[in-house]
């Protein structure tokens, strides 16, 4: 009898066993039916940008290229993983101990000048349970994790592991910070994903012809003659590539968009492309002569540098205006404004004057800024929209946006998925 109604159990239990076997692998078959036939959309979506069209008769990248995870996701795996990021100041790391964490497209970093005075760059990820070890920015001698406590030295070495007793098969030299590759360029830091990780300062950035422009600008990256004055941050809803080809556009938008402004301190019709590459381009914009207030404020002109990936710099007047892309979603995008004045500037002025000045320029960017944030919203609406697919290039000011698309879709055809 007992032995009847075991082998109606182990009957059952079999068919069970093999139901469940057959539909995981069901499972496991639909699951991989449904990658091949994301990899394959992607796919579809990268090749639809035709590198090999010249500029007027070329069609620009398809709005999914700006509205869809996928693409995202596949330009934080090559673009933001390949090129050199711009996160921060170099005055943001001057001392031992000193450091200042960011949040690039997901990725939380910690940039730290360690207690040798060696700059590093890590994850910013305890590795007992994946809390970030920093928050802010601050002067430490190690970085203690607030979650259970575990510490961890300014070169990333695990330094302490709380009531770890009769764990087994735990090194600590194996559970430290993930290191970054870190360099510096002028006032700025930039960080890489890959590459060299060793989280040791390294040369990484050639920018000669950038370089010799600034200096002709009178302005030289690899001398400190320059102070840092102001910081303003903002969050845009858009993608991160319409906002660099509304900074790039020779000028198309100036004398529409920034109508006011343009008038009163900007000549738009003297907009030159100085310079199209698909590793940075150079714009020029002349000053309007007939505003004495301009000239004091901007100079004679204005010179708009934008550098693969995330980075621009704006030289006029006194001033070197820096601005930090950080994507953190295909629709959301944080702006960081870092406002640096010339020394020069400051000589022989009183205080109140100087923070006055520094006040109303700031002041002008940011309205400038508010005209183009407005545009780069209304854009990413329209990019989502079903009337728009994709436009056409304006050749005669558009290449700096169709050398930026080049360089875009050769990056996103090397992945090895694509
Ligand atoms: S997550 Fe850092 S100590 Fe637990
Ligand atoms: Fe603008």
């Known amino acids: 009898m007992f032995s009847a109604i075991g082998r109606l159990v182990n009957a059952r239990l079999a068919f069970r066993r093999v139901f469940s076997t057959g539909r995981s ?7 991989r039916q449904h990658d091949n036939r994301v990899d394959q959309e992607l796919r579809e979506m990268v090749h639809r940008y035709d590198l090999s069209v010249p500029i007027d008769r070329a069609i620009t990248p398809p709005s999914s290229w700006y509205t869809s995870p996928a693409m995202y996701k596949l330009e934080k795996d090559t673009v933001f993983k390949n090129n050199w990021l711009a996160i921060g100041r170099k005055d943001q790391v001057q001392h031992a101990g000193q450091y200042f964490t960011a949040n690039v497209v997901g990725e939380p970093l910690v940039v730290c000048r360690d207690l040798q005075g060696q700059l590093r760059a890590f994850l910013n990820v305890c590795c007992h349970r994946g809390m970030p070890v920093a928050k802010g920015e601050d002067t430490v001698s190690q970085f203690d994790c607030s979650y259970h406590g575990w510490s961890y030295a300014l070169d990333g070495r695990l330094l302490k592991a709380t009531k ?22 002028g006032p700025f830091v930039l960080v890489k994903m890959t590459g060299n990780s060793t989280g040791v300062e390294s040369k990484g950035l050639k920018l000669d012809k950038v370089e010799t422009v600034l200096k002709q600008l009178d302005y030289d ?47 738009a019709s003297t907009l030159q492309m100085l310079d199209v590459t698909e590793d940075f381009t150079i714009q020029v914009l002349k000053t309007n002569p007939n505003n004495p207030k301009a000239e004091t404020r901007i100079g004679k002109s204005s010179t708009y540098i934008y550098i693969y990936p995330n980075f ?12 930090t892309l950080i994507p953190h979603e295909y629709d959301r995008t944080d702006f960081v404004f870092d406002f640096f004045l010339d020394k020069s500037y400051f000589q022989n002025k009183p205080r109140d004057e100087v923070s006055n000045f520094i006040e109303e320029s700031v002041g002008l960017a940011d309205k400038i800024q508010d005209e183009d944030d407005e545009i780069c919203e209304g854009v990413h609406l329209g990019l989502m929209s079903s009337a728009y697919d994709a436009g056409r290039y304006v050749p005669r000011v558009e290449m700096s946006q169709y050398v930026f698309h080049q360089r875009l879709a050769k990056e996103l055809r090397s992945s090895e998925n694509i």
């Open 312 to 323: 621009m710099i704006s030289r006029y007047g006194p001033w070197v205006e820096a601005i």
């Open 164 to 185: 770890m007793k009769g764990i087994q098969n735990f090194k600590a030299k194996e559970n430290g910070l993930k290191s970054l590759a870190v360099t510096t360029w």
């Open 25 to 31: 692998a069901v499972f496991q078959m639909q699951s």
């Open 221 to 267: 990256p690899d001398v400190e003659d320059v102070v840092f004055a102001k910081r303003i941050t903002r969050t845009i809803n858009s993608n991160w590539k319409t906002v660099v080809e509304n900074f790039s556009d020779g000028g198309y938008h100036v004398d529409v968009t920034h109508k006011t402004f343009s008038d009163g301190y900007y000549d």
